[in-house]
Structure formats: structure tokens, C-alpha cells
């Protein structure tokens, strides 16, 4: 497999971008990396770590583009871009995928542009990957942010592409699909929830039915489908809990005088426990399904972990060869 790395593209770029990518090629052995950006910058990082230079080259670009860039200017005019100059290598020539931490509207608009749309696809969808209660198991929401105004046959075309990626990612056979909706009844939803139900229950997928917000961490179901702007909207809330939850535990213990600083101190394996379920740091980037190849988005804040996780993440959707099966289901 070979994956090219966006280097300037999150906030802890170019720094945790390199170190994830030594950190991935050596702990597989069959994975190239490109490194994509200032060369200088990425061969001053290179000089303090340890790795196989046989599985690792720099692909220099002198410019970046920035989360306060337009995303259709910064595609169009940034042509020096690590973003830019990736997504090119990634279209032209035997590259398998893709990472970046960047501007994730010029990273849809990128894909979408230079790597172009698979046959049958009418909009690229951002899939992240959720934690859920269930030990081992995930949940992926398709979509979460690239398409905040949709039709139902385009919520049709996500749970498709949906049951593919989660057939590769997870390996699970028959993956259960539930419609996001305001309540669980049939009848419940708006006009878009509501003539989409319809469309999956005709599909053949094996289709749940209508699912809350509530079920977003539950593990009901291994594919959430609704429209980019509730996907968005039900992550960053269930995000934000996740990341607050130590905050108000620990706001608690200070309230709560000694006995609750002794009981804190009994749970402290266990509330580490629960955070680390709860983190999205080993679990993986939001692929950016729909595309001919495979693209995965890490988080901005991402540091060197997310990083390796999202690059090996790539490598193994592209040995899937999950894009073909997209295609397919789409026909």
C-alpha cells in the first residue's frame, strides 16, 4: 500500500503528521508513505527518529492551505499546496490513499474535483467513526458534514455506501442501518426523514428503521444515515459530552470534600477506563466516502497517534479495495 501524508494541514502539523507516519510504516512492514509538504521542515523532524527509509519519501510543496481559507479558492489557486499536490499524485499516479488534517471543505472540494466522484455518485459524504457503550464496537454516521442539504435518494446512496465501508472496516456481515429522526416511530420525521424511510425499507439493506440521538453511542445500529447538517450537529454534541465528562467528574470530587476524593481515588482505573473508550484517538479518521480513492480526514487537533491510526486505517481501506465496492453497490 502506498498512502500519501497532507504534512500541513492540522494544528499540530507538520510535527505529529511525520512522527504518526514513522510510527505507522514501522509497525507495518508492506506500507510506503509519502510525505507530503516543506521538505526542509519534514527532513528536520526525520532527523530525530528512527525508521525504514525504504518505506518513506518527501514530496515537497512549499504552500499550505489554512482552515481560514475559502476551500473552492484555496483548491483553485493554492497549487503548491501539500493538500493540492497530494490529492494530484493521488489522481495521476499508484497511489492507494490519502490522509490529511486540513481544511476539511477544501479536502471535500479537492477529492471531489481532482480525484473526481466514483460512476453513480452524486456527493461525496464525511464518515466518522463513534465510539459506542458496546466494548469492541463502533458506529459510523454517514453523513456528518459534507452535505447539509440532501434529497432522499442521496440518503439512499450514503446508507449503500455506508454498508460497504462498514462491511470492510469492521467486518460485519449484514451491518444494521437506522434512519436519524426525531423519534423511532415510522410516522415520526420530516418530509426528507420521512420519504427516505420509504426509499430504505425498498432497498434491501438491512434497514433498522428510525433511530434518535440518543442511540448515537448505544450500538442499536452500525450505520446512522441522515443529512450532513444533523449528522454534525448529533457528533459534536455527543463530542462534547465526551470531552466534558471528566471535567464535570472532576468538578464533582472538588465539591464533594474527602469522601468523594477517596472514591474518586477507588474509580480512578475505572474512570480512566471510560475516557479512553470514549476517545476517538485510536479508532480512526471520517473517511470521505464516494470518491474513486480512498480519503480519510483526521481530526485538526490530531497529534501523532490519530495520525498512524488514520494512516494504517487508509492502507486497509484501500486493500478492501472498498472504493470498488462502492461502485458496485451504487450500479
Request: with cysteine; proline share 2%.
Amino acid at each position: 500500500m502506498k498512502i500519501l501524508v497532507d504534512c500541513f494541514g492540522g494544528d499540530n502539523c507538520p510535527k505529529a503528521a511525520v512522527e504518526g507516519a514513522v510510527l505507522a510504516i514501522n509497525e507495518k512492514k508492506d506500507l510506503f508513505v509519502s510525505l507530503v509538504g516543506n521538505k526542509e521542515a519534514i527532513e528536520g523532524i526525520l532527523s530525530n527518529l528512527s525508521y525504514n527509509k525504504n518505506q518513506l519519501d518527501i514530496i515537497d510543496a512549499k504552500d499550505a492551505i489554512t482552515n481560514e481559507d475559502n476551500p473552492i479558492m484555496a483548491i483553485r489557486r493554492k497549487k503548491e499546496s501539500s493538500m493540492v499536490v497530494a490529492f494530484n499524485k493521488l489522481h495521476e499516479e499508484d497511489y492507494d490513499g490519502m490522509v490529511s488534517a486540513g481544511n476539511t471543505g477544501a479536502l471535500l472540494t479537492g477529492a471531489t474535483l481532482i480525484v473526481r466522484l466514483i460512476d453513480g455518485v452524486s456527493r461525496a459524504l464525511l464518515v466518522p467513526i463513534v465510539p459506542t457503550i458496546i466494548d469492541g464496537k463502533y458506529t459510523v454516521v454517514c453523513d456528518a458534514g459534507a452535505n447539509v442539504d440532501c434529497k432522499a435518494s442521496m440518503l439512499k446512496e450514503f446508507a449503500i455506501m455506508g454498508d460497504v465501508y462498514t462491511r470492510s472496516a469492521f467486518g460485519i456481515e449484514n451491518p444494521k442501518i437506522g434512519l436519524l429522526s426525531n423519534g423511532a416511530e415510522e410516522e415520526k420525521g420530516n418530509a426528507l426523514t420521512k420519504e427516505a424511510h420509504q426509499l430504505l425499507k425498498e432497498s434491501g439493506l438491512n434497514f433498522v428503521g428510525n433511530i434518535e440521538a440518543t442511540d448515537m453511542v448505544s450500538g442499536l445500529v452500525d450505520v446512522i444515515v441522515c443529512d450532513g447538517f444533523d449528522g454534525n450537529v448529533a457528533i459534536k454534541a455527543v463530542e462534547g459530552m465526551a470531552k466534558n465528562f471528566m471535567v464535570l467528574v472532576k468538578a464533582g470530587v472538588k465539591k464533594g470534600g474527602l469522601k468523594a476524593k477517596i472514591g474518586a481515588l477507588l474509580l480512578k482505573d475505572t474512570l480512566r477506563g471510560v475516557k479512553k473508550k470514549m476517545s476517538t484517538d485510536e479508532v480512526g479518521g471520517a473517511a470521505l466516502l464516494g470518491v474513486q480513492k480512498v480519503v480519510v480526514k483526521t481530526h485538526g487537533s490530531s497529534t501523532e497517534i490519530p495520525f498512524k491510526v488514520s494512516i494504517l486505517q487508509t492502507a486497509k481501506l484501500a486493500q478492501d479495495k472498498v472504493c470498488d465496492m462502492i461502485a458496485k453497490g451504487i450500479k
